[in-house]
């Protein structure tokens, strides 16, 4: 058996899907895997099939071309010092990225990493004797159309291989659709439904199933003026969304941030998320990305804060305020939870660090936090943290307070370090030994809500059933118990206010891309934003992977407006 494995598992040395794309991996000699058994062998050759998830999600990659591309998150040049990057950041928010864009090549690599280490599963799985195989088969042959639905949603094609050391068939359109269907359905039978996140199962292929078949109007005719959302469509999307919904695996949460604590891994919303418990060795990023470089959220690490990085776009924030009308937005316990009060009276600002945890949400104006003098935390004469108002000392700008305002452009006033009402959504890692790795909090790909709201949008598309979407949308507001008021209830509902309903309850998830797309507002103008090209609904093919597949012509055409 020890000579067999080792053959097998060699195979995980030099991948790639074609000759545009090397991907280099750790050859698994025979010294690491003898004495293994089949179980153990199996767990070792699946887990490469998601542990690329983190580096794919972080904030400058996924995230960035998901968010910052949109009116949910913009990256000004800030102080002229920080966030530069040759205006990539700027470029992506104004829809001017080109082929070059590091972080473009980064999305394009990992994804293709992903599908090729999940071919590799699938051509060593089937030789172990164990009753995990089956399971485990299906999940890399899910993962590998799941990494291919991302191509065709940010790229518009995707890679058809079996053998890893053939070329990849490439197709767009249609039969990108049908593929990743097909795969999807033929993999369902075989998973299970056991309430892990981290895992593909059985709500998490309907989840994504629904998903795909949502977006298959875009992904037929991508650069179309208005998309045709076929009824079999729709008609599918109520009938996975409804299987996760009666399932009884899962539960909306009263505490809307409890989905992106540290310990959410256990959260019953989550059907599908990135395992990022500690000992996986995930990151922080989501959560010190949008944060100032005076905030620090930890009180056991003195060297990490924030890096004043992406602030929500003023349009975002007045959908909210539209949406309250004469209340403050912060009455949505979606928008803002507050964990840290200050007083007037000094002594009450002196905080146990057990007790020290910043607020969550959407932070605007003057912030308060952990006060730190030559790299050390101030404290108070009983031992405790001091906390009080915060200046840009980091930014060698002691004078200008850490006050967050609702403008910011792209202008040396708008890109200052205080411009921008930031995001805080997912909790810092306590556990974490630098601030910075470690995160704890599994990041988010489907839950619950979103069945509810694409089953809402679905019957509005196919039927206009209005009365049946509002129940949906009012189902996820009125569970946000845990904080009141809770979300009052809508009365009325059409497409518009679906898709305002979604930013709120999806912001900063790397979802809004895709949904402006869906309904038409990409070509929209909002803050530093005004291109309408309808070819930027799709990104550019990096630059070094049609270089890379040069020898075979015809083989990877570059998207039209590139």
Same mark, same amino acid.
């Given at each position: 058996?020890?000579?067999?494995?080792?053959?097998?598992?060699?195979?995980?040395?030099?991948?790639?899907?074609?000759?545009?794309?090397?991907?280099?991996?750790?050859?698994?000699?025979?010294?690491?895997?003898?004495?293994?058994?089949?179980?153990?062998?199996?767990?070792?050759?699946?887990?490469?099939?998601?542990?690329?998830?983190?580096?794919?999600?972080?904030?400058?990659?996924?995230?960035?071309?998901?968010?910052?591309?949109?009116?949910?998150?913009?990256?000004?040049?800030?102080?002229?010092?920080?966030?530069?990057?040759?205006?990539?950041?700027?470029?992506?928010?104004?829809?001017?990225?080109?082929?070059?864009?590091?972080?473009?090549?980064?999305?394009?690599?990992?994804?293709?990493?992903?599908?090729?280490?999940?071919?590799?599963?699938?051509?060593?799985?089937?030789?172990?004797?164990?009753?995990?195989?089956?399971?485990?088969?299906?999940?890399?042959?899910?993962?590998?159309?799941?990494?291919?639905?991302?191509?065709?949603?940010?790229?518009?094609?995707?890679?058809?291989?079996?053998?890893?050391?053939?070329?990849?068939?490439?197709?767009?359109?249609?039969?990108?659709?049908?593929?990743?269907?097909?795969?999807?359905?033929?993999?369902?039978?075989?998973?299970?439904?056991?309430?892990?996140?981290?895992?593909?199962?059985?709500?998490?292929?309907?989840?994504?199933?629904?998903?795909?078949?949502?977006?298959?109007?875009?992904?037929?005719?991508?650069?179309?003026?208005?998309?045709?959302?076929?009824?079999?469509?729709?008609?599918?999307?109520?009938?996975?969304?409804?299987?996760?919904?009666?399932?009884?695996?899962?539960?909306?949460?009263?505490?809307?941030?409890?989905?992106?604590?540290?310990?959410?891994?256990?959260?019953?919303?989550?059907?599908?998320?990135?395992?990022?418990?500690?000992?996986?060795?995930?990151?922080?990023?989501?959560?010190?990305?949008?944060?100032?470089?005076?905030?620090?959220?930890?009180?056991?690490?003195? #060297? =990490? $804060? +924030? @890096?004043?990085? *992406? !602030?929500?776009?003023?349009? /975002? %924030?007045?959908?909210?305020? #539209? =949406? $309250? +009308? @004469?209340?403050? *937005? !912060?009455?949505?316990?979606? /928008? %803002?939870?507050?964990?840290?009060?200050?007083?007037?009276?000094?002594?009450?600002?002196?905080?146990?660090?057990?007790?020290?945890?910043?607020?969550?949400?959407?932070?605007?104006?003057?912030?308060?936090?952990?006060?730190?003098?030559?790299?050390?935390?101030?404290?108070?004469?009983?031992?405790?943290?001091?906390?009080?108002?915060?200046?840009?000392?980091?930014?060698?700008?002691?004078?200008?307070?850490?006050?967050?305002?609702?403008?910011?452009?792209?202008?040396?006033?708008?890109?200052?370090?205080?411009?921008?009402?930031?995001?805080?959504?997912?909790?810092?890692?306590?556990?974490?030994?630098?601030?910075?790795?470690?995160?704890?909090?599994?990041?988010?790909?489907?839950?619950?809500?979103?069945?509810?709201?694409?089953?809402?949008?679905?019957?509005?598309?196919?039927?206009?059933?209005?009365?049946?979407?509002?129940?949906?949308?009012?189902?996820?507001?009125?569970?946000?118990?845990?904080?009141?008021?809770?979300?009052?209830?809508?009365?009325?509902?059409?497409?518009?206010?679906?898709?305002?309903?979604?930013?709120?309850?999806?912001?900063?998830?790397?979802?809004?891309?895709?949904?402006?797309?869906?309904?038409?507002?990409?070509?929209?103008?909002?803050?530093?934003?005004?291109?309408?090209?309808?070819?930027?609904?799709?990104?550019?093919?990096?630059?070094?992977?049609?270089?890379?597949?040069?020898?075979?012509?015809?083989?990877?055409?570059?998207?039209?407006?590139?």
């Amino acid at each position: 058996m020890k000579t067999k494995l080792t053959s097998l598992l060699a195979v995980a040395g030099l991948l790639y899907l074609g000759s545009c794309t090397n991907l280099n991996e750790q050859i698994l000699d025979e010294s690491s895997v003898s004495g293994l058994s089949d179980k153990q062998a199996a767990d070792g050759i699946l887990a490469p099939v998601y542990a690329r998830l983190p580096d794919l999600y972080t904030h400058t990659i996924y995230f960035a071309l998901q968010e910052i591309s949109t009116d949910e998150a913009i990256l000004p040049y800030r102080g002229g010092t920080d966030w530069g990057d040759n205006g990539i950041y700027l470029s992506l928010h104004q829809h001017t990225t080109t082929s070059t864009d590091p972080n473009v090549r980064n999305a394009w690599l990992l994804a293709l990493q992903g599908i090729s280490r999940s071919i590799t599963a699938l051509n060593t799985l089937p030789s172990l004797n164990d009753p995990s195989a089956k399971t485990y088969i299906a999940e890399a042959r899910g993962m590998r159309a799941f990494y291919n639905m991302m191509l065709l949603d940010m790229f518009g094609l995707v890679f058809v291989k079996e053998d890893v050391n053939a070329t990849s068939s490439i197709l767009r359109g249609t039969d990108a659709i049908e593929y990743v269907k097909k795969e999807f359905l033929a993999v369902e039978p075989d998973l299970t439904n056991v309430n892990n996140p981290g895992r593909l199962s059985k709500n998490a292929i309907y989840g994504l199933l629904a998903r795909l078949h949502l977006n298959s109007a875009v992904y037929r005719d991508r650069y179309a003026t208005s998309f045709t959302f076929q009824p079999a469509d729709m008609d599918k999307v109520v009938e996975y969304t409804d299987k996760i919904i009666n399932s009884g695996q899962h539960a909306l949460a009263p505490e809307y941030f409890s989905l992106f604590d540290s310990d959410n891994h256990t959260n019953k919303e989550l059907v599908f998320a990135i395992d990022q418990r500690a000992e996986l060795n995930g990151h922080n990023r989501l959560a010190y990305f949008s944060l100032s470089g005076d905030q620090f959220p930890l009180p056991a690490f003195p #060297a =990490a $804060n +924030g @890096t004043d990085g *992406p !602030a929500i776009t003023s349009d /975002f %924030y007045r959908s909210w305020v #539209a =949406a $309250n +009308g @004469t209340k403050d *937005p !912060a009455t949505d316990p979606r /928008f %803002y939870k507050q964990n840290l009060s200050i007083y007037s009276n000094p002594g009450d600002s002196c905080v146990a660090a057990g007790d020290f945890n910043i607020n969550r949400g959407i932070l605007r104006g003057q912030q308060y936090g952990l006060l730190r003098v030559n790299g050390a935390f101030v404290k108070c004469p009983d031992g405790k943290f001091k906390v009080g108002k915060l200046f840009n000392v980091t930014r060698n700008r002691p004078t200008l307070a850490v006050n967050f305002t609702e403008q910011i452009d792209f202008t040396v006033p708008g890109s200052d370090y205080n411009t921008g009402y930031r995001v805080e959504k997912y909790e810092f890692s306590k556990k974490s030994t630098s601030g910075r790795n470690l995160g704890d909090a599994d990041i988010v790909i489907f839950r619950l809500a979103d069945a509810y709201l694409m089953r809402a949008e679905a019957k509005l598309r196919k039927s206009n059933d209005a009365a049946a979407a509002l129940a949906d949308v009012n189902t996820v507001r009125a569970s946000r118990t845990a904080r009141q008021p809770a979300p009052i209830a809508l009365t009325t509902m059409n497409l518009d206010l679906l898709l305002r309903e979604r930013g709120f309850e999806f912001y900063w998830e790397s979802q809004r891309r895709t949904d402006l797309i869906r309904f038409g507002k990409y070509e929209s103008t909002w803050t530093e934003k005004t291109n309408s090209d309808p070819k930027k609904r799709l990104f550019p093919i990096p630059q070094t992977a049609i270089d890379g597949a040069s020898n075979l012509p015809g083989y990877l055409k570059q998207n039209d407006g590139y």
